[in-house]
């Protein structure tokens, strides 16, 4: 549905060029949720603005919907956004219309009747439960309710993609979850293809299939969202799913975490599902000769279901950690090995 | 003198009326177009260019840093081009819009700027054109700056009617300075100035009243 291929784009300030995306590659299919994850700074907001070009990339093509945008005439290109909706953190709702008038707002610039423009209205409100608001004025909304009618406006030309800019950052926690819930509902009942941007990893878990990792202008980690929250790669990815890093897990650990070393007790990341928690570590202990410390341990929500990640040290020789690691892959535990510490009188070699 | 007062002022206060009815009319008509294409041919405006842009700054800041008198003065062939006189209550309606003019044309364009930009960016990303920019979302969103600003606008034009009428424009400032000033006739210059002030305080009111009631924030 949307295709980016070797994106660049570079501000020219007075000193010095900004490069804020430097060759981004990103494929997203038609239907599904999309978040992308970044720091401030990162790139994420210049990256969503170049899918509708607000933004133009100073290279790189984008395609949607099987149209290379950057190639359009103007005209062409006003036409091709009204099939590209967009919300924002602040809402960018028009203070001067009511609800209704700022839903109308997209079709109204399309130039359809006022009466399609009325009739297509009232359901978009409905679907986002705002029906008696609609002759409110935006100043008289809270964030959530102001969101709402972002979502009915973006939705109001029938797109076939919602870009999603920060949506709920302005917002407390119980009205973001009802914002993305929406967002899903959205998604279910027209079948929009979702881009969000976000700094919170709590969102992508909630609603996105798929997730991209945006650091210094690149793509550092992508994937389905349980893949990359099991078993996080990049060093930012790993904060971002709130893991200690290896300077943090050395200090939790009281010894030096070696990362490639090879020898001593091995330091696991263990993912596993619900079902899988209680017995994963117990088993260890009883089936084979090692001790087990807990680093640290979390059991998160991901698109619904639990999901747990355990950092473990095992204290056993290589062989046990062996066969250890060959049981835990045939229950369906997922284990990324985060390094090693040498301990002097601890470990059993 | 009470009798000469209420001959006098009447119509001292039409030729004022007429005077300042057009000139904030013209203003109205060409100030606000004004200050949206300062706003649309910025550097990072709707629709830049750059060079229109700082040609039509450079004028506008031209014509405000005349003093109104020498601009009065100086504009005379294009007056007579215009009204067929130099002199008179008609005469002086061009130098008045002409300083008018820019002056709403700066005040509605800081106006615009104050529309936040994410507006705009969301019009854009609907699909909207530069004119429907400005048609739907700039000129309704800045609605109740642009009261205050043609406010501001006709309460100076009032003021600059009086230097106006110093060379025989008529008016209230007219009345005032060759009656009340010149002739030492304290009660027909202070009449004058209370009629001043009630109408300044009348069209400051009812403007600050319509930019409120225009801005749903």
Known sequence: ?349 | MWNELASLLPEALWETAQMVTVSSLVALALGIPLGVVLVATDRGGIAPNPALSRVLGAIVNATRSVPFIILMVAIIPFTRLIAQTSIGTTAAMVPLSIAAIPFLGRLVEAAIREVPRTLIEAARAMGASPLQIVVKVLLPEARPGIVAAFTITVISSIGYSAIAGAIGAGGLGALGIQYGYERFDTPVMVATVVVLIAIVQLIQFAGDRLARRLGHR
């Open chain 1, 1 to 349: 549905m949307i295709e980016l291929v070797g994106l660049h784009k570079t501000y020219r300030g007075p000193g010095e060029n900004v490069e804020a995306l430097r060759g981004v590659d990103l494929r997203v299919e038609r239907g599904e949720i999309f978040g992308v994850i970044g720091r401030s700074g990162a790139g994420k907001s210049t990256l969503l603005r170049c899918i509708n070009l607000l933004e133009r990339p100073t290279a790189g093509t984008v395609r949607v919907a099987g149209v290379d945008l950057t190639a359009l005439a103007p005209a062409a290109l006003r036409e091709a956004r009204r099939g590209i909706g967009m919300i924002f953190q602040h809402f960018a709702l028009l203070s001067s219309r009511t609800v209704r008038e700022n839903v109308g707002l997209p079709l109204e610039l399309a130039g359809r009747p006022r009466a399609e423009i009325a009739s297509a209205v009232d359901p978009l409100l409905e679907f986002v439960g705002l029906e008696a608001m609609r002759d409110r004025y935006p100043a008289q909304l809270s964030g959530g309710q102001a969101q709402r009618v972002g979502i009915a406006r973006a939705l109001a030309a029938r797109p076939g993609v919602l870009l999603c800019d920060e949506a709920t950052s302005a917002l407390d926690p119980e009205t973001t979850a009802s914002i993305l819930a929406l967002l899903r509902d959205v998604n279910r009942t027209f079948g929009t293809t979702i881009v969000l941007i976000t700094h919170e990893m709590g969102v992508i878990k909630e609603v996105c299939d798929r997730v991209a990792v945006i650091d210094g202008g690149r793509i550092v980690e992508s994937g389905r969202v349980r893949d990359v929250f099991l078993a996080p790669r990049a060093a930012i990815t790993r904060t971002f799913v709130g893991e200690p890093d290896a300077a943090e897990l050395s200090v939790m650990l009281g010894a030096e975490l070696d990362e490639r070393g090879s020898g001593g007790n091995a330091v696991w990341r263990l993912g596993f599902t619900e079902s899988a928690r209680e017995s994963v570590v117990t088993a260890l202990i009883r089936r084979f000769a090692l001790e087990l410390n807990i680093v640290s341990g979390a059991i998160e929500r991901v698109g619904g279901e639990p999901l747990g990640t355990l950092v473990v040290e095992l204290v056993a020789d290589a062989a046990t950690q062996a066969e250890a690691r060959r049981y835990l892959d045939s229950v369906g535990v997922r284990v990324d090995v985060l390094g090693y510490v040498e301990r002097t009188g601890k470990s059993l070699t």
